[in-house]
């Protein structure tokens, strides 16, 4: 099984501040890594697919980079709307499986 | 517009049965793989398992934890996608969402809904 740690696991930060969230994998997954934000009582949403591909509707604010075992999901210029806990996801194998989760509170 | 809503959820005593639905619109149901995934109060998100298209003979995986007492069916005449759920336990209480895969990855998910396993 393809264990993601995620640093850190909570982050306080101020609007317009940029924040990045690592994620690494126990072993290569190439780009097979995937990005969710999930607001207080909602269903996870879908970021960032493939490490870096941007999907539509989702903020120019959200990027994403890295392969192989280091990842990060970068946000730039912090919204008081982006507070949420941010997961990523791997489906390089089976069993599929998540980081345990940054949550983001706005100062 | 894509929309899975999930039912079935409540409150069962360790050792009892539920079967979740999800009825899918909006989209081909019969095109897609579909996975469940569930989250417990406060915690992060876990896969339970995955089934897979026509295609590809509605063939099923399941995480080690619920293998061997979760099976994960569908009807794809109904759009609707199920979690049958036996011999549950305490650590099993989570929110349950079903959610839809594109590429490798959901894209889609549904509202959820919770099952609550306790004396």
């Known amino acids: 099984e393809i264990v993601l740690t995620q640093s850190p696991d909570f982050q306080s930060v101020t609007p317009k501040e940029k924040v990045t969230i690592t994620c690494r994998a126990s072993?290569?997954?190439?780009?097979?890594l995937h990005w969710y934000q999930q607001k207080p009582d909602q269903s996870p949403k879908l970021l960032i697919k493939?490490?870096?591909q941007s999907i539509s509707g989702v903020p120019s604010r959200f990027s994403g980079s890295g392969s192989g075992t280091d990842f990060t999901l970068t946000i730039n210029s912090l919204e008081a709307e982006d507070a949420a806990a941010y997961y990523c996801?791997?489906?390089?194998?089976?069993?599929?499986?998540f980081g345990q989760g940054t949550k983001l509170e706005i100062k | 517009e894509v929309q899975l809503v999930e039912s079935g959820g409540g409150l069962v005593q360790p050792g009892g049965s539920l079967r979740l639905s999800c009825a899918a619109s909006g989209f081909t149901f019969s095109d897609h793989y579909m996975d469940w995934v569930r989250q417990a109060p406060g915690k992060g998100l876990e896969w339970v398992g995955r089934?897979?298209?026509?295609?590809?003979?509605?063939?099923?995986e399941y995480a080690a934890s619920v293998k061997g007492r979760f099976t994960i069916s569908r009807d794809d005449s109904k759009n609707s996608l199920y979690l049958q759920m036996n011999s549950l336990k305490t650590e099993d209480t989570a929110v349950y969402y079903c959610a839809r895969l594109s590429y490798g990855y959901c894209d889609y998910w549904g509202q959820g809904t919770l099952v609550t396993v306790s004396s």
């Open positions: 089934t897979r298209n026509k295609a590809n003979s509605y063939t099923t």
């Open positions: 072993q290569s997954i190439g780009s097979s």
């Open positions: 996801h791997q489906s390089s194998s089976l069993p599929r499986t």
């Open positions: 493939y490490a870096s």
